[in-house]
């Protein structure tokens, strides 16, 4: 059974930085595309950052320049480096694996921006 486990969430201030990691039970090389999405209080989820087994990548346009998604195939780890975090940041990220037409969704991890 595919697990998604993401940890790294927290409180930081704005401006600060954060790093995101999604460990999978498996190979990550098994998954078609891997990401990020969020989903702040009373707002619908939405796609942050997405990466291919081919290493291409993806981005919503709100955090272009700050994010960055990578992969670390041996260690079936997919990260998300988020650097000058703004207060509208503040949402709940679940990482995302799509293996043979199937979405798989970790647990989530609180991600909080504020003085």
């Known amino acids: 059974q595919v697990q998604l486990a993401e940890s790294g969430g927290g409180l930081v201030q704005p401006g600060g930085s954060l790093r995101l990691s999604c460990a999978a039970s498996?190979?990550?090389?098994?998954?078609?595309?891997m990401g990020w999405f969020r989903q702040a209080p009373g707002k619908q989820r939405e796609l942050v950052a997405t990466i291919t087994r081919r290493i291409r990548t993806n981005y919503a346009d709100s955090v272009k320049g700050r994010f960055t998604i990578s992969r670390d195939n041996a260690k079936n780890t997919v990260y998300l480096q988020m650097n000058s975090l703004k207060p509208e940041d503040t949402a709940v990220y679940c990482c995302n694996g799509v293996l043979d037409g199937t979405d798989y969704w970790g647990q989530g991890t609180q991600v909080t921006v504020s003085s």
């Open positions: 498996g190979s990550i090389l098994s998954f078609d595309a």
